[in-house]
């Protein structure tokens, strides 16, 4: 009778923890739902350390793609956390790639399938939530990457589950004992029991980075078929049979799937609790895994193929939201093979918070001058981004965007090299060396590269020189050079080759203005020597740096 009581309320409270966190569950399933909805026309403001970057980068691999340089000079990881509202793992390891490859061509249709993808996500705000809330409990793979498990599990080989076998039997074997002889029972219960736990924790040190690649693949699958039995319209009707191919040649996997669906990790509650007692006394994560590791490695492929369905609607949803943030947006027009002017108008940087509107439409290079912090690295990195962001989301900050596919370069925000002993200047020829390398390879895709303050990192006279010459070559047919400089000189020795444009401030009342508005034309004013007046320099200082300016001036070659 004791036992069975003992039984009794073992089960009672084993009942109410189950009906306890079911309710807990579908509270924060009901709030998360609210929160992904009033979230839509906001930014994303998730944390993404140096760690988690590099893992998210992992699933990047790709040919044609944005060089470090170039995502680093126009700082695209912020660019990518502001959209990231990525539920899984695979949505942000997609995201991130796809940002990280503009297409050179769209002959399959891929930007016009997406487009269609992207506006029902939009616009259907129930199916939006239903699926997000799908790819949540789908999850992240946690400290590495789904690429990471895969690849290292080659050098795990076969492993036997004969050990974890006989742990189990011996526990069943001391539960028994228990109503034949209760003290050596017991007894036996505990030993079996300390046994497993040991040895669970030593198997457990060897397998937990895999585990959660098993458990995050069962996952998917899951979330898979979830996606599949949502009835969505049909303009998703092609993205449905893409997942339920790719689903289908996973099949063989699911006999494995039960129970280790979720007993990899934790809920930090007392349910999961309970579960981390079973699984250390059972194995039955550890037998999983190895009854799984055959299958996975014989199934890479097909786990690869669904990981990036799975990770293709999660990134699409991320660019409606990331939509629905922009002031404005326009989706891009690009042309193939013909090369069509480059126009943007009221394109805008979507990282400042009131950003002032910028226009062009250009059949050739682009020389900009003005002062510092007139904002001619800002318009640079402005077109930049949207140029890429045009070849990869199929979204623009902008009223308006055409142009081609371009192959996108820049040289900009660059800074000695002391790890490899390399000085400014050296960094700096690498940069636009590469720039070059592209330019003298054929393509049918225009190059597009920015450069700002062409060879800043030497003499005046050699940087001229050097300037116009690299600038003449980057004006050749098939690329538009974008490029900033202080160096009005080369505004008259490439004015046949760059239209010219200038940014300006006016110095009012002690203090200093910036427009910010692209305008027409080579700077004429040179306020250098006035803002040091502004910024409380000796009048001393400011008279004799004018006069000087001025003598300086006569013998300028232009």
């Not at 009906?19 to 739902?33: F, L």
């Not at 055959?294 to 939201?321: C, F, Q, W």
């Not at 538009?480 to 080759?497: G, Q, R, V």
């Amino acid at each position: 009778m004791e036992i069975i009581v003992f039984f009794s309320a073992i089960f009672l409270v084993f009942l109410y923890v189950m009906i306890r966190g079911a309710y807990e569950e579908k509270q924060r399933r009901k709030n998360y739902r609210e929160h992904l909805r009033k979230s839509f026309g906001s930014f994303a403001d998730k944390e993404l350390n140096q760690d988690r970057l590099e893992r998210i980068a992992d699933r990047f691999r790709g040919q044609n793609a944005i060089d470090d340089i170039t995502w680093n000079d126009l700082n695209m990881d912020s660019i990518f956390s502001m959209m990231d509202f990525a539920q899984s793992s695979s949505g942000e390891e997609y995201l991130y790639a796809m940002l990280r490859q503009p297409l050179l061509s769209d002959k399959d249709k891929r930007l016009e399938k997406m487009e269609r993808h992207i506006c029902y996500m939009m616009g259907h705000e129930e199916k939006r939530l239903d699926t997000m809330l799908c790819l949540n409990d789908l999850g992240t793979t946690g400290k590495y990457s789904l690429y990471d498990y895969m690849k290292y599990l080659e050098q795990l080989g076969r492993r036997s589950n004969l050990k974890h076998y006989v742990g189990i039997v011996l526990l069943v074997v001391s539960l028994a004992l228990i109503f034949l002889n209760t003290s050596v029972g017991v007894m036996l219960l505990i030993a079996a029991a300390c046994v497993n736990i040991v040895t669970y924790m030593r198997e457990k040190n060897e397998a937990a980075p895999y585990v959660a690649g098993f458990a995050y693949i069962m996952r998917m699958m899951k979330c898979a078929d979830g996606i599949i039995a949502a009835e969505y319209g049909s303009d998703m009707n092609d993205y449905i049979s893409l997942l339920k191919e790719r689903r289908a040649k996973l099949k063989a996997m699911e006999r494995s799937s039960g129970m280790v669906m979720k007993l990899n990790s934790s809920t930090g509650n007392i349910g999961g609790l309970i579960f981390d007692y079973i699984k250390m006394l059972t194995h039955i994560d550890l037998i999983k895994f190895n009854s799984m590791l055959k299958l996975v490695s014989g199934n890479a492929e097909a786990i690869y193929g669904i990981t990036d369905a799975i990770g293709y609607l999660d990134a699409v949803i991320s660019i409606g939201y990331f939509r629905a943030a922009l002031p404005h947006y326009c989706v891009p027009s690009l042309s193939e093979g013909k090369r069509e002017p480059f126009i943007i108008k009221e394109g805008f940087h979507p990282v400042i918070k009131q950003p002032v509107l910028n226009s062009f439409a250009q059949g050739r290079g682009m020389l900009i001058t003005g002062s510092n912090a007139s904002g001619k690295s800002t318009f640079l990195k402005m077109t930049a981004i949207n140029a890429i962001l045009a070849q990869t989301i199929h979204t623009c900050a902008a009223r308006e965007y055409n142009g081609n596919f371009y192959r996108i370069y820049s040289s900009m925000a660059l800074c000695d090299n002391l790890d490899g002993g390399e000085s400014y200047y050296i960094v700096e020829i690498k940069a636009l060396k590469r720039i070059m390398d592209a330019a003298a390879l054929e393509s049918e895709n225009p190059l597009l590269c920015f450069v700002d303050e062409v060879l800043r990192g030497t003499n005046t006279v050699e940087r001229i020189a050097a300037s116009a010459q690299i600038l003449k070559r980057l004006s050749q047919k098939g690329i538009y050079c974008f490029a900033a400089t202080h160096d009005i000189e080369l505004t008259h020795l490439l004015e046949d080759s760059y239209d010219n444009f200038h940014f300006e401030e006016e110095v009012k009342d002690g203090d200093v203005l910036f427009s910010y508005h692209l305008l027409e034309g080579r700077a004429h004013t040179r306020n250098a020597i006035k803002l040091l007046e502004v910024m409380g320099f000796s009048e001393d200082i400011v008279k004799e740096a004018d006069k000087m300016a001025a003598e300086l001036a006569q013998y300028s070659p232009v």
